[in-house]
Every structure is written in structure tokens, then in C-alpha cells.
């Protein structure tokens, strides 16, 4: 059987050192990765499924937002994956956001972001590193709970900004004890699903690689119909 193809968007900075952590994770879900960026080839017809990056923050020019000097930008990336998330959107091919790519979903699907998250959600204990050190609730119901379950999760976190305003058909997955949104998912397919945490630096935890895999899996799904489809056309009676 085909291994599913992922094409992965990097940061221009820190991609070269992330970029083989997630494919690693891709690997392990059964899939193979292919890295994305400003200044790399991309092409959403030839992938099963897209994984947008963690890494910069996102431009508040894309939201309405207020640019902050504590912020590092990269309006290249921005519109680079707002696109990708879009064709993947259109062409009905699931979608995985990594910390700023949860982000960058919801900003995609017209939502808005929260640039001074723990500024705001005072209750919700910051922590840098990627050791799981949060604790978040995942909610029931979800497309996140019925890949990972619902029992308490130790996450990490690298994040300032966070999702304040859902974008259009989306919903939260999972929240910090602070009531801060830590995962987003689309409700209707296609696959959308994004985390505000990095599971790629957890591969050795079985319900972080469960998120990989539920990507995998969406993108066979996805193709191995397709192809089904087009058999039975091959095999119609002219």
C-alpha cells in the first residue's frame, strides 16, 4: 500500500532541525513527510495531506490585530500558509496545525488570535519548554478525544498568542486550566485539526503520536476512496 505523502510547513529559521522531528512522527504514523517553505516548492495536488509548522508568530495584519514589539513575523510564511490551508480546505485533503499552525487554521477560516495569551488568561500557568509540563482538559465529542481520549494531558507549550475567536466551522478541542484554548477542530470534514502544543517532541508518548497517525489516516482514507472512484469509472461501460 502507498504511504500517504504530508507536505510540512517549516520555519525559515528553525525548519532544517524541526523538519526531520515531524518527519519522524509522520514515519511512525505510517505516512511520509516532504518539507514546505518560503523559497521551497509546494504543490497541494501532489500531497495527501498538509501539516502547517510551528514556529513565528502570526502577523496581526491577517486578523486585525495590533502588531506588539515583542512579536517575530514572517508575512511570507503568513501568506504562504494561509493559501495551503485554503487548497487543502477546497480539495477536501486533511490538515494538521502545530502550535502557530492551530493558529494559523483558525486565522485561515476567519478567526482571530489572542497576541498576549497569558496576559489574558492569567489563571493559565506559563511554561517554555518542551517537556510536558501544561496540563489541559480534552473535551468529550471531539475529534481530538476519539483519537487521544479523555483523560487528563501533559502537554508542552511554546506558544504567547492563542485562539480567541473560532473561525468559521470550527470548534475547541481542548482547553488549559485557565480556560486558554488549546486545540481547534473543524466540526464537518474535511480533517482539520490543530494543537497549540508540539506533539512532534512527545513521539514517545503513545496518545501524542495518535494525533500523526489520525492524520495519516485521513489522508489514506482519502485517497484509497478516490482511487475507488476512479476504478469503478474505469471499469463502466462506455
Not at 177 to 189: D, L, S, Y
Not at 205 to 224: G, M, S, T
Amino acid at each position: 500500500m502507498r504511504k500517504p505523502l504530508i507536505g510540512v510547513t517549516t520555519s525559515q529559521r528553525s525548519g532544517w532541525r524541526i523538519f526531520p522531528l515531524v518527519a519522524l512522527n509522520v514515519w511512525l504514523a505510517g505516512g511520509r513527510a516532504v518539507r514546505w517553505g518560503v523559497n521551497r516548492p509546494d504543490d497541494i495536488d501532489a500531497v495527501d495531506g498538509v501539516i502547517i509548522g510551528g514556529g513565528d508568530d502570526i502577523s496581526p495584519d491577517l486578523f486585525g490585530g495590533k502588531i506588539i514589539s515583542s512579536a517575530r513575523l514572517d508575512p511570507e510564511r503568513d501568506a504562504l500558509e494561509q493559501r495551503l490551508v485554503g487548497e487543502a480546505m477546497a480539495a477536501g485533503k486533511p490538515v494538521l496545525g502545530i502550535c502557530r499552525g492551530a493558529q494559523m487554521i483558525n486565522v485561515a477560516l476567519g478567526g482571530r488570535l489572542d497576541q498576549d495569551a497569558y496576559g489574558t488568561y492569567t489563571a493559565s500557568e506559563r511554561h517554555w519548554t518542551i517537556l510536558p509540563k501544561k496540563h489541559i482538559d480534552v473535551r468529550p465529542d471531539t475529534l481530538l478525544s476519539r483519537h487521544t481520549g479523555t483523560a487528563p494531558m501533559w502537554v508542552n507549550a511554546l506558544h504567547s498568542q492563542a485562539v480567541s475567536v473560532l473561525g468559521d466551522g470550527l470548534q475547541v478541542a481542548a482547553r488549559d486550566e485557565g480556560g486558554m484554548i488549546q486545540a481547534v477542530e473543524r466540526v464537518a470534514p474535511p480533517f482539520a485539526l490543530g494543537v497549540q502544543w508540539h506533539p512532534e517532541h512527545l513521539f514517545y508518548a503513545h496518545r501524542q503520536r495518535a494525533i500523526f497517525r489520525a492524520l495519516v489516516n485521513a489522508a489514506a482514507a482519502r485517497y484509497e476512496a478516490r482511487d475507488q472512484i476512479s476504478a469503478v469509472r474505469d471499469a463502466a461501460p462506455v
